[in-house]
Structures are given as structure tokens and as C-alpha cells.
Nanobody, 121 residues
Framework: QVQLVESGGGLVQPGGSLTLSCAASGFTFSSYAMSWVRQAPGKGLERVSD????????YYADSVKGRFTISRDNAKNTLYLQMNSLKPEDTAMYYCAKDQAAVTGSLYDYWGQGTQVTVSS
């Protein structure tokens, strides 16, 4: 059974940092691209960042480029999102999502439960 479990969210002041983790199980983690997707209050889903199966190719939304870093440790079946210089507009529920292929295509077949990130002073 595929499971994706996010952790690391919380309340942080503007300019602060958080690292999100996604523990994956139930599939061959190293064979699939992974993504972080977020949903801010009253807004739709936004693709934040993608990483291909080997970790060498990444994508970032313009809104987070230069501030967020996606990475993965295939030996630990874990996906990460390092978030720096956080802004109030980063406030959202952050979801870990599994892609259907080794390369990023935003075709997700499994999602985690989400972890809340709130950026506020």
C-alpha cells in the first residue's frame, strides 16, 4: 500500500525557515518523480517543486524559486523541501505527491495527508 506521510510544518515568522519531509513507502521510491504541491486558503492547488527519480533534475514555481530547495534521499525513501526566506504568501497546506513516471509530469497518483505551514508575525 502506497503511503506518503508529510511532516515538518508549523508556524514560522516571515524570513524564517522550515524543512518539510515526506516519508514514502509501498512502492519503489527511487523509480518515481516526486512533487510538493500546496494549497493556500481560498486558492487552488499550486505545484511548488518537482524532482525526478534520480534527484538530478528539479522544477520550482516562480513564486518559490531561489528560496526553496527540493531534494530526496532514495536510500531513506524520503523527500524533502527546504524552505528559506518564508513569506506570508507561503502559508498553505503542503502535500507530497507521487508522480506516475520517473520524470516530472505533474501526473500524480498518490498524495500525502498534508502538513500545514503558516508564515505570520
Amino acid at each position: 500500500q502506497v503511503q506518503l506521510v508529510e511532516s515538518g510544518g508549523g508556524l514560522v515568522q516571515p524570513g524564517g525557515s522550515l524543512t518539510l519531509s515526506c516519508a514514502a513507502s509501498g512502492f519503489t521510491f527511487s523509480s518515481y518523480a516526486m512533487s510538493w504541491v500546496r494549497q493556500a486558503p481560498g486558492k487552488g492547488l499550486e505545484r511548488v517543486s518537482d524532482i525526478n527519480s534520480g534527484g538530478g533534475s528539479t522544477y520550482y514555481a516562480d513564486s518559490v524559486k531561489g528560496r526553496f530547495t527540493i531534494s530526496r534521499d532514495n536510500a531513506k525513501n524520503t523527500l524533502y523541501l527546504q524552505m528559506n526566506s518564508l513569506k506570508p504568501e507561503d502559508t498553505a497546506m503542503y502535500y507530497c505527491a507521487k508522480d506516475q513516471a520517473a520524470v516530472t509530469g505533474s501526473l500524480y497518483d498518490y498524495w500525502g495527508q498534508g502538513t500545514q505551514v503558516t508564515v505570520s508575525s
